[in-house]
């Protein structure tokens, strides 16, 4: 039995609840750091509290997307799990403002992005229950409009309560501005509706039904299964995890031991400690699947290892394409500030600064001492650069506010007016990175609609490849821009290449899957959304502080290099389902 296709309305039903989503990741990337510092954090903290929010993705979609797949009642199989996620993430985004201390911010960063995450991963599963294959791209197109156009008016929702509606966008020391309140007030209600928009409108087909349209389109492209029926025993599968379990610990271990050995940043231990957590799963899943158990860890793992090839495929093309866009999430405003605007100081200033390091040096009672050991580290750097024959060097934000925050510092009114010049400099293009966001996510949300157009004339692989192509362009030319204008138009690129991330890899991927798994790959695929996350935040800032000579801009070329790997590796991907295999 063929799948109906669905209309317009109906796909713009079943797709809008991802309005409320991205409204509350939205908010959340655009203020969980501001929220962290108002409440007392270090600006060197922030890295290792935001991982809270990729790890919990880690661990949450699989889980959700295994119990989706084997939830069936009267209010459906993905519904349910839309409710209970848009009731906690409303509800954490009504919280989280107005955390009296930062242990229970970082702890409403977990619970909101935890339920976020309960909320999204049916949905990816639900464009593929709900859609025939000539209609997925068009789905998951459709998902990528609203991510846009929540992404747009979410990140500016701050900004317009203060500048719009009068409410302040200040606060006492310690407390969150009454304009970042409200808009995750807001927020938490259009995450709510939306979601409930799309269990009212929308009907899920039952387990049977789902079955009977599975079967006529392998019948339809010739496949008999679409993943490989297992060829080592329970007892054998759950050798092999206990034979690489050991293996990925002692990994683990060795690097941490190298990281501290060699006295490097410590956010590599992101990485290391991971690597050795994963093993230390496998061993876990391998000791309950030789005791007979079958929970839904042991089945993840086993899925996992048992992917189809066009998700290996696929997950390669994910994994370089989310590191860049991790890159660009990170660098964008130090590599923009630093790089266009005028944020340099000449060899005199850098002398003059230098000057005040043995006295401040004394001072070890002040409070902010912690902070003045990364300043000094800063300024020495700076030193060698002028040593080194360089005219000039590129001042960080960290030592200009220190600097003009700490007033009993004597430096010269020219060194002192270049700091405040270097601190509006920053502002401004900082603020101007804001904006060129906005313009990308405003982009992805008008494109969305034209992917279907290019996959109809050529297919999803060549469409996603060239959106790649266009994104890396758009992040490249960014070190080739000296008017700030300039960046808006880098960044239709990479609209493009976000608006097509979003779409064209689930649309591939949901032909690929078995039905009845349909949940608990999806879930499984954002691991390669997530280990690049983390192997961003782990790598970034040592090879930007090492191999990069602290230049942020290369951060951004090294994200445009790995797009453009990433479209060559798409055509490598056998789209099982493309619509133009179908049989006749």
Do not use: C
């Not at 231990?269 to 005791?291: C, E, K, P």
């Not at 009672?365 to 000094?376: G, H, I, K, T, Y």
Request: without cysteine; proline residues 4%; negative net charge.
């Amino acid at each position: 039995m063929k799948k109906p296709q669905l209309s317009f309305w109906q796909i713009w039903n079943m797709s809008f609840g991802f309005l409320g989503i991205q409204f509350g990741f939205a908010l959340q990337n655009a203020n969980v750091s501001r929220i962290f510092e108002t409440l007392g954090a270090e600006v060197s903290q922030i890295p290792i509290l935001w991982i809270a929010a990729p790890v919990t993705g880690l661990i949450v979609q699989p889980i959700v997307g295994y119990l989706s797949d084997n939830t069936w009642n009267s209010f459906g199989r993905r519904r349910p799990f839309f409710l209970i996620g848009a009731i906690l993430a409303s509800a954490a985004l009504f919280i989280m403002p107005n955390s009296p201390y930062l242990w229970i911010a970082a702890g409403m960063l977990w619970i909101l992005d935890a339920s976020i995450n309960i909320t999204m991963e049916p949905f990816r599963a639900f464009v593929g229950d709900m859609l025939p294959s000539e209609q997925r791209t068009r789905g998951f197109a459709m998902q990528s409009f609203f991510i846009g156009i929540a992404a747009f008016i979410g990140s500016f929702l701050p900004w317009m309560m203060t500048n719009w509606f009068g409410i302040s966008n200040t606060a006492p020391e310690g407390m969150i501005p009454d304009s970042v309140k409200f808009s995750f007030y807001f927020g938490g209600v259009i995450f709510f509706l939306a979601v409930m928009w799309t269990i009212i409108k929308t009907k899920e087909y039952s387990p049977e039904e789902l079955e009977a349209f599975e079967a006529y389109e392998n019948e339809q492209h010739g496949i008999d299964e679409k993943i490989e029926a297992p060829e080592e025993s329970a007892e054998e599968r759950a050798a092999t995890k206990l034979r690489h379990g050991p293996l990925i610990m002692a990994l683990g271990a060795l690097l941490s031991a190298a990281v501290y050995s060699q006295g490097w940043a410590q956010e590599l231990y992101i990485l290391t400690i991971g690597v050795a957590a994963i093993g230390l799963v496998l061993v876990a899943t391998g000791l309950w699947q030789r005791s007979g158990s079958r929970n839904g860890m042991v089945v993840v793992f086993d899925d996992l290892y048992l992917m189809p090839k066009t998700m290996k495929q696929l997950a390669v093309v994910q994994f370089f394409s989310w590191f860049a866009l991790f890159a660009m999430w990170i660098y964008t405003t130090s590599a923009v500030t630093s790089h266009i605007y005028d944020m340099r100081l000449d060899a005199t200033e850098v002398a003059d600064l230098t000057a005040t390091l043995p006295g401040l040096s004394a001072q070890t009672d002040a409070d902010w001492f912690s902070r003045f050991e990364r300043v000094q580290r800063d300024i020495d750097s700076y030193r060698a650069q002028i040593e080194a024959g360089l005219p000039t060097v590129v001042a960080s934000m960290r030592v200009v506010n220190f600097y003009l925050e700490e007033g009993r510092v004597e430096l010269s009114e020219g060194t002192r007016n270049s700091l405040q010049r270097i601190e509006r400099e920053y502002n401004a293009g900082a603020d101007w990175v804001g904006v060129a966001f906005g313009i990308y996510n405003g982009f992805a949300a008008l494109v969305a609609f034209l992917l279907p157009v290019i996959a109809g004339y050529t297919n999803r692989k060549t469409t996603h490849a060239l959106a790649l192509v266009g994104g890396a362009a758009g992040l490249i030319s960014i070190y080739f821009i000296s008017n700030p204008m300039m960046i808006l138009v880098s960044m239709i690129g990479v609209g493009l290449a976000w608006a097509s991330i979003l779409s064209m890899p689930y649309a591939i991927l949901a032909g690929s899957l078995p039905a009845s798994k349909m949940g608990t790959y999806m879930g499984i695929f954002n691991f390669f959304i997530v280990l690049p996350q983390i192997l961003a935040a782990s790598i970034l800032g040592f090879l930007v502080g090492t191999v990069f000579g602290g230049e942020a801009i290369y951060a951004l070329v090294l994200g445009g290099a790995t797009w453009i790997l990433a479209a060559g590796l798409t055509f490598l991907v056998d789209d099982v389902d493309d619509p133009d295999k179908v049989k006749a």
